[in-house]
């Protein structure tokens, strides 16, 4: 079965700084899909940026780009210049032949 | 556009309970799944609906927990009867279709507290 872990469950970062969450997950499957979602208190998930398997070219949104290594079947992302608003749950989460799997979660503060 | 809504945003109810949960996904997607999220965990999920019909629900605690979407609209998970595990966030997601190349969006989630 596919697993995503998440190893950092909590991480802090100083206004305008840039943070990395780790994530790495495990999949025998070759086509797939890769993705950051934030939560923040108010629950609703939101999506942060993708990556799917096929493309070796790292995705970017705006502060936000992955670094995403297939062979070591990891998946960080980069938050740069980071803001207050950033502060949040961030979720990585895998999907391929099966339903959505997501890690367990960091909790990211941003510190003024 | 309006996004996924859910009701109610919060229940608390004793074990032995029933409760239910309603969603109403974006207009147009005929995919919708239901989530349960465990406090200090990542969403699992528990049923994911095509229309009108259920394409998953492996995840699903079938003894307690069903689900509906007759119209292939609206949607509601129901539990019956409660136990404290139940404890959670319960997120309603949808998406234009299935597959794993089109994104899912989520609603605000109800938090269910079992006492």
């Known amino acids: 079965a596919q697993t995503v872990t998440q190893s950092q469950p909590e991480m802090s970062v100083q206004e305008a700084e840039t943070v990395t969450l780790s994530c790495t997950y495990d999949?025998?499957?070759?086509?797939?899909?890769l993705f950051w979602y934030k939560q923040p208190p108010s629950r609703q998930m939101i999506l942060v940026i993708r990556q799917e398997a096929y493309k070796q070219q790292n995705a970017t949104e705006n502060r936000f780009s992955v670094n995403f290594q297939k062979a070591a079947k990891s998946f960080s992302l980069k938050i740069s210049d980071s803001q207050l608003g950033d502060a949040a749950m961030y979720f990585c989460?895998?999907?391929?032949?099966?339903?959505?799997?997501f890690g367990k979660g960091t909790r990211l503060s941003v510190i003024a | 556009e309006a996004g996924v809504a859910q009701s109610p945003r919060y229940k608390i109810i004793e074990k032995r309970q029933s409760v239910a949960f309603w969603c109403n996904p974006i207009?147009?997607?005929?995919?919708l799944y239901w989530y349960q999220q465990i406090l200090g965990q990542g969403p699992k999920l528990l049923i994911q609906?095509?229309?009108?019909?259920?394409?998953?629900d492996s995840q699903l605690p079938k003894d307690r927990f069903s689900a509906e979407r007759l119209k292939g609209v609206d949607s509601t998970l129901k539990i019956q009867p409660a136990k404290l595990e139940d404890s959670a966030v319960y997120l309603c997601?949808?998406?234009?279709?299935?597959?794993?190349?089109?994104?899912?969006?989520f609603g605000p989630g109800t938090r269910l507290t079992v006492t």
């Open positions: 609906f095509q229309n009108n019909g259920v394409v998953d």
């Open positions: 999949t025998s499957e070759s086509d797939y899909y």
């Open positions: 207009s147009g997607h005929a995919t």
């Open positions: 997601a949808s998406s234009l279709t299935s597959g794993i190349s089109y994104e899912q969006y």
């Open positions: 989460a895998y999907t391929g032949n099966t339903p959505l799997v």
